[in-house]
C-alpha cells in the first residue's frame, strides 16, 4: 500500500514522536487496506485545538485528537482519507494524569483518529465496542498496553 503522510508542527512543545512512529501508527491503523491513502497530521498546542473544537463540535475545551474525514464527489478520484489534529500539550497532560507512557497515548490518539478516518465510530454502545477492540487489537500488535485497562498502563 502506498501511503503519503504530510506531517505540520504547529507546537511550541519539544516532546513529539517522530514522523517514522507516526507512519508506523498510521499504517497499523489502516488495518488490511491496500489502496493507496493520503492524510495530513497537524499536531498544534491548545488555543489551536479549542477554537477548531468550538468551531467544529461546539466545544468549549482543547481535545487530544480530531478527525476531519475527506469524502471527495464521486466523479473526483482521490486517495485522501482527511485531516487529524493532535493537540501535544493535551497528549502529554493525558499521558501522565492517566500514568501511561507518553509514546503510548500518542500511538492511541493515531490509531483512534485514523479509525474515524476510516468511518469507525463510538456514538453507539456496539459502535464504541467495535471501535476499542480494533484500538485494543492495533495497539497490542505494536506492542502498547491495553489503552481503556487502567490497570495495564
Not at 23 to 31: C, D, E, G, S
Request: net charge negative; charged share 30%.
Amino acid at each position: 500500500m502506498s501511503l503519503e503522510v504530510e506531517v505540520q508542527i504547529a507546537t511550541e512543545s519539544e516532546e513529539l514522536p517522530t514522523e517514522e512512529d507516526l507512519l508506523l501508527w498510521v499504517r497499523a491503523a489502516l488495518l488490511d487496506r491496500e489502496a493507496p491513502a493520503e492524510l495530513v497530521i497537524r499536531i498544534v498546542d491548545e488555543p489551536e485545538s479549542r477554537q477548531l473544537n468550538h468551531d467544529y463540535r461546539g466545544k468549549e475545551s482543547p481535545t487530544n485528537v480530531l478527525s476531519f474525514p475527506f469524502q471527495a464527489p464521486p466523479e473526483v478520484p482521490s486517495e485522501l482519507l482527511g485531516d487529524l489534529v493532535i493537540c501535544a500539550p493535551l497528549v502529554a497532560k493525558e499521558s501522565r494524569e492517566q500514568g501511561k507512557q507518553v509514546w503510548a497515548h500518542w500511538a492511541h490518539m493515531v490509531v483512534h483518529g485514523v479509525l474515524h478516518l476510516q468511518g469507525y465510530d463510538h456514538q453507539t454502545d456496539a459502535e464504541a465496542e467495535r471501535m476499542e477492540g480494533l484500538e485494543r487489537t492495533i495497539l497490542q500488535r505494536l506492542h502498547f498496553s491495553d489503552p481503556y485497562n487502567e490497570e495495564d498502563t
